[in-house]
């Protein structure tokens, strides 16, 4: 009656396995880091670089603890944090000397202590939020109206192209201000330019302005088209911005929109606020542009490009004219995925476009055939020709780029076009840091709470019901113990908030234990064995146990649902809570009172409180 079968002792005792083995990292700390992240597509972040960045603090004397090497990039841990700040100058000078291209960040950066062989088991430390570990804090506010001018420039372009395809003659085309203007020489050719708009363009509303030798129409973008792309570009601004922090080495950063154009952006364990502007600020994005064949070549990098062109340089240094008209951009890419080319078996990128960037390229290429093609990479103002190509016949929605130099640039070139540009710039309108000390000082606040909570209890437990008090307070440990191994596992990011919902929890733990010890009384008041009153004890506790719990649950579901940030992080921390104490009351304690009385073949006395039963009555 009393005794477990082997199946749930196992159980029990793999649950203490795991609990202890993923709670284990959580104690070893963080140490301060220099965190090493190649910029752009062509640097690389491996073995080389971490040679040359541990010989550089060698030649310094300054000393690290030791040099992690993983996808996000190269990590050292220093001792204290005076070490790190010096060590951030000299690794950066020495990977970024002065007058050159920065091809590496160089970032200050909080990481986990836990050895090896524990990250090798999948234990990791729980992630710690803004106000527990220290990082830095912005607000960013999206500029729309550069969303929509930028919409009306990629409109009007799309209107020359139909207007030509139409044969529809005009003699200007242009946009001013928030509208565009087309003007033309009769009223023929407006009205035959009107029907052809008023097909192809339903975001915008045309209307006929002008008389005599004036004749113009007037195009504006809908009210509903508007309020559509400032949508569109606050959500492309987020998924850009997620793409390129990943580069701060951030756990867990927190990117959301607040209001109809403002981005909140926290990074947890990030302390360059410097840096993290820098990656924040950096776009990638794609340009095709037609190259200057009207001009002779450039001979060299100071020589003055004519009219309408520009001078970029190609991947092997080589100076080429390029058109400033731009054909397509990176808005028009659908999908992007590194390859190889069939015919080279050199790296590639094979390039997806939506059904307008595929009538744009198949138009442009099919009046350029025999002429060249720039692709262009655009990062932080630094225009780069990753492929100039002869147009060899008509193109269509998908193309390859090629003359890539290795399937790690290919790979690095198709994230980038996969995440895209931000859809219009943003301004930094807040920004602050929270130093890892005022972190350190939250922590040791809400642990301090939690334990001088959980001592209270504890003395509580075994003063009034004694050695069921003493179990009652193990299976609290456990659960305490559980609760913060599956947050470890589940990866998830403790805040303020999820520290008071770990107190929580303890209190409703240790609830269930009085109710199951109250009920163990109340059958010993009425006469059952202890044998009999610990079975009803469990049985009958357990269905006002469940209903307690199930009521905080869907609150806390609810919470998690409607919430946001901190209120999230409380739910979700108050709903594993409930799981786990659920189980360490019921089950554990449970297998702990069968260890200590279920051996026993004659029970005479349980130790419960003031409720202490003799066989003989007595």
Do not use: C
């Not at 780069?384 to 640039?409: C, H, M, N, Y």
Request: without cysteine; aromatic residues 6%; charged residues 20%.
């Amino acid at each position: 009656m009393n005794k477990y079968p082997l199946w749930k002792n196992a159980l029990v005792a793999l649950a203490l396995l795991l609990g202890v083995l993923y709670t284990l990292p959580n104690f070893y700390g963080q140490s301060p880091a220099v965190q090493i992240s190649a910029q752009g597509v062509t640097a690389k972040a491996d073995m080389a670089v971490q040679a040359r960045a541990e010989q550089a603090l060698h030649d310094a004397n300054l000393a690290f603890m030791r040099t992690t090497l993983d996808q996000s990039g190269i990590k050292i841990r220093f001792s204290d944090a005076d070490l790190q700040l010096k060590a951030r100058d000299v690794i950066d000078h020495a990977l970024n000397p002065d007058g050159q291209q920065q091809s590496y960040v160089v970032a200050l950066n909080l990481v986990p202590n836990s050895p090896n062989w524990l990250s090798d088991l999948g234990a990791l430390p729980m992630y710690l939020g803004l106000d527990l570990s220290g990082g830095v804090h912005f607000l960013l506010q999206v500029d729309m109206k550069a969303a929509i001018a930028k919409r009306l420039d990629s409109s009007a372009l799309e209107m020359r192209g139909l207007l030509r395809d139409q044969r529809v003659y005009y003699e200007e085309l242009n946009r001013d201000g928030n509208r565009i203007v087309i003007k033309f020489h009769d009223e023929d050719s407006r009205k035959a330019a009107h029907a052809a708009l008023d097909n192809g363009f339903h975001d915008l509303i045309l209307n006929d302005e002008g008389s005599g030798v004036n004749l113009t129409v007037v195009a504006a973008l809908r009210q509903e088209s508007i309020v559509t792309i400032q949508d569109q570009a606050l959500k492309q601004n987020i998924l850009a911005l997620r793409n390129r922090i990943n580069e701060l080495g951030a756990k867990e950063p927190i990117i959301q929109q607040q209001g109809s154009d403002r981005i909140i952006v926290q990074l947890p364990g990030v302390q360059d606020t410097a840096k993290a502007k820098d990656i924040i600020g950096r776009t990638a994005t794609l340009e095709i542009r037609l190259v200057d064949e009207e001009h002779p070549m450039p001979t060299s990098l100071t020589q003055a490009p004519p009219f309408g062109s520009e001078l970029v340089l190609e991947r092997n240094g080589v100076p080429v004219f390029v058109k400033k008209q731009v054909v397509l951009t990176g808005d028009v890419i659908t999908d992007a995925g590194a390859g190889f080319d069939s015919q080279s078996n050199r790296p590639s990128v094979n390039i997806s476009m939506d059904s307008k960037g595929a009538r744009i390229i198949r138009q442009v290429s099919r009046e350029n055939i025999k002429k060249r093609m720039a692709i262009l990479l655009i990062e932080k103002s630094k225009v780069e020709a990753i492929s100039v190509a002869t147009i060899q016949d008509e193109l269509g929605a998908r193309f390859q780029i090629t003359g890539l130099r290795s399937p790690k640039e290919a790979n690095d070139l198709a994230l980038l076009l996969r995440a895209g540009a931000l859809a219009a710039p943003m301004e930094f309108l807040e920004e602050r840091t929270v130093g890892p000390s005022l972190g350190a000082e939250n922590i040791a606040r809400g642990f301090h709470s939690t334990w001088i909570g959980f001592t209270a209890i504890a003395v509580f437990m075994m003063f009034y019901y004694l050695l069921f008090g003493v179990i009652s307070v193990t299976a609290l440990a456990i659960n305490v113990l559980l609760l913060v191994g599956l947050l470890s596992l589940l990866q998830a990011t403790l805040t303020l908030p999820g520290m008071a919902g770990i107190a929580l929890t303890v209190g409703m733990a240790i609830d269930a234990n009085v109710l199951i010890n109250e009920r163990i009384r109340e059958e010993l008041r009425n006469g059952n064995s202890p044998g009999a009153s610990i079975n009803a004890g469990y049985e009958r506790a357990f269905g006002t146990i469940m209903d307690s719990n199930v009521t905080t649950g869907i609150a806390g579901i609810a919470l998690f649902a409607f919430g946001s940030g901190p209120v999230k992080g409380f739910a979700v921390v108050l709903v594993l809570g409930i799981l786990t104490s659920m189980f360490s009351s019921v089950v554990i304690s449970r297998g702990l009172v069968n260890l200590i009385y279920g051996s026993r073949r004659k029970i005479d006395k349980l130790s419960i409180g003031n409720v202490d039963w003799h066989r003989n009555g007595k």
